[in-house]
Antibody
Framework: QVQLVESGGGAIQPGRSLRLSCVVSGFNFNNYAIHWVRQAPGKGLEWVTL????????YYADSVKGRFTISRDNSKNTLYLQMNSLRPEDTAVYYCARDHGASGWGGYLDYWGQGTLVTVSP | AIQMTQSPSSLSASLGGRVTITCRASQGISLDLSWYQQKPGKAPKLLIY???TLQSGVPSRFSGSGADTDFTLTISSLQPEDLATYYC?????????FGQGTKVEIK
């Protein structure tokens, strides 16, 4: 069955860096775009970034542009989110989610991981 | 960025009752809208895509309608397991944007 498993979350001080991972199984990772979506405690969902299946296209929310970088290793079935210059407002559960298609355009998020919590605090 | 305005922010309905949630886009998005259900402490789950197509395995009491800027999610007969927060998401362009969410409670 389709699975996405996030890891790498934890407590970290403002200004520091953290890298999240999303390991997938149960489908051909090479054929799908993957998103990161986050949810601050008690708040709604916020889309963060997407990478296309071949890694050629990346899109970011304005709130993370220039600080976060999405990447993927198709040989390891793994998506990454490198988060630099972290701020308290980046505190959230971070979910990876599969897009229905390869490019991300017009696609919906059909499978989600369980999330990993990132807490940015002095 | 496209703004998605979802309403109401919360509602309370009786078991077996009908629930309607609306989502309005700040510009036309064709049929590129999906709906998600998030139960407390859980990851979101896809309910509906392309505005009105039910995801496999989702009960038929859920339905979606609309196009362009105005969309609706309907639960025809509310069940106890439908206690959750519901979100719309525009799939039309980047950055993707979610509605603010609607918390559904049982009266």
């Amino acid at each position: 069955q389709v699975q996405l498993v996030e890891s790498g979350g934890g407590a970290i001080q403002p200004g520091r860096s953290l890298r999240l991972s999303c390991v997938v199984s149960g489908f051909n990772f090479n054929n799908y775009a993957i998103h990161w979506v986050r949810q601050a405690p008690g708040k709604g969902l916020e889309w963060v970034t997407l990478m296309s299946s071949d890694g050629s296209k990346k899109y970011y929310a304005d709130s993370v542009k220039g600080r976060f970088t999405i990447s993927r290793d198709n040989s390891k079935n793994t998506l990454y989110l490198q988060m630099n210059s972290l701020r308290p407002e980046d505190t959230a559960v971070y979910y990876c989610a599969r897009d229905h298609g390869a490019s991300g355009w017009g696609g919906y998020l059909d499978y989600w991981g369980q999330g990993t919590l990132v807490t940015v605090s002095p | 960025a496209i703004q998605m305005t979802q309403s109401p922010s919360s509602l309370s309905a009786s078991l077996g009752g009908r629930v309607t949630i609306t989502c309005r886009a700040s510009q036309g998005i064709s049929l590129d809208l999906s709906w998600y259900q998030q139960k407390p402490g859980k990851a979101p789950k896809l309910l509906i895509y392309a505005a009105s197509t039910l995801q496999s395995g989702v009960p038929s009491r859920f339905s979606g309608s609309g196009a362009d800027t105005d969309f609706t999610l309907t639960i025809s007969s509310l069940q106890p397991e439908d206690l959750a927060t519901y979100y719309c998401l525009q799939d039309f362009n980047f950055p993707r944007t979610f509605g603010q969410g609607t918390k559904v409670e049982i009266k």
